[in-house]
């Protein structure tokens, strides 16, 4: 099993551009996240999703997106990318255990 | 709301001895886990050690243990005979407790780790 995976691993982004961060999961999930992660910080939670159709906003989902049309894939959207979202972008998923598996991260710079 | 503070930005060790990390966190829930993950320059998130709070027991696994005092809502991780691959940033976790695994965890600021050979 690959567990998460995410792409792209960089991305150096101009302001106002678009673009999605791709998260597969191989383990069958129900429940993914998508966390920021700034510099020198832990991290917080953008959007999750209980299923496939059901999503639900975190802590900070003020300009990004998100979708699940299927169990795998839990795709984030950034619309009209600024400065301030320059991050690193860690998928995850659990199942009904309680631990939650990580993907490798994005590194994200908006300029 | 749910906070973790880890109050130690940056420890040392030697090679081969104890160190121990300290958390804490606030909550009103009965029911929640722990968990201290640790993050490696590669950036992976790496589950260390995790604790439900109904267990009195501390949790152990090798090298690792903790000592979770409920009472003080304290979370400490000890490393034991610590190694050049335990350096990482070291983040505290807090999830409440739930029979659906949706909880988001909330984590603390963490601690960076460095070994001294």
């Known amino acids: 099993n690959a567990g998460v995976t995410q792409t792209p691993k960089f991305r150096i982004l101009k302001i106002g551009q678009s673009m999605t961060l791709q998260c597969t999961q191989d383990?069958?999930?129900?429940?993914m996240y998508w966390y920021r992660q700034d510099p020198g910080m832990g991290l917080k939670l953008i959007y999750y999703s209980v299923g496939a159709g059901i999503t639900d906003k975190g802590e900070v989902p003020n300009g990004y997106n998100v979708s699940r049309s299927t169990t795998e894939d839990f795709p984030l959207r950034l619309e009209l990318a600024a400065p301030s979202q320059t991050s690193v972008y860690f998928c995850a998923s659990s199942g009904r255990g309680n631990e939650q598996f990580f993907g490798p991260g994005t590194r994200l710079t908006v300029l | 709301a749910q906070t973790v503070t880890q109050s130690q930005p940056e420890m040392s060790v030697q090679e081969a001895e104890t160190v121990t990390l300290s958390c804490t966190y606030d909550?009103?829930?009965?029911?929640?886990?722990l968990f201290w993950y640790k993050q490696p320059p590669s950036r992976q998130m790496i589950l260390v050690i995790r604790q439900e709070a109904y267990k009195q027991q501390n949790a152990t696994e090798n090298r690792f243990s903790v000592n979770f005092q409920k009472a003080a809502k304290s979370f400490s991780l000890k490393i034991s005979d610590s190694q050049l691959g335990d350096a990482a940033m070291y983040f505290c976790?807090?999830?409440?407790?739930?029979?659906?695994?949706?909880?988001?965890?909330?984590f603390g600021t963490g601690t960076r780790l460095t070994i001294i050979p």
């Open positions: 909550t009103s829930e009965s029911d929640y886990y």
């Open positions: 976790a807090y999830r409440r407790g739930s029979n659906f695994g949706n909880e988001k965890l909330t």
């Open positions: 383990m069958n999930h129900n429940y």
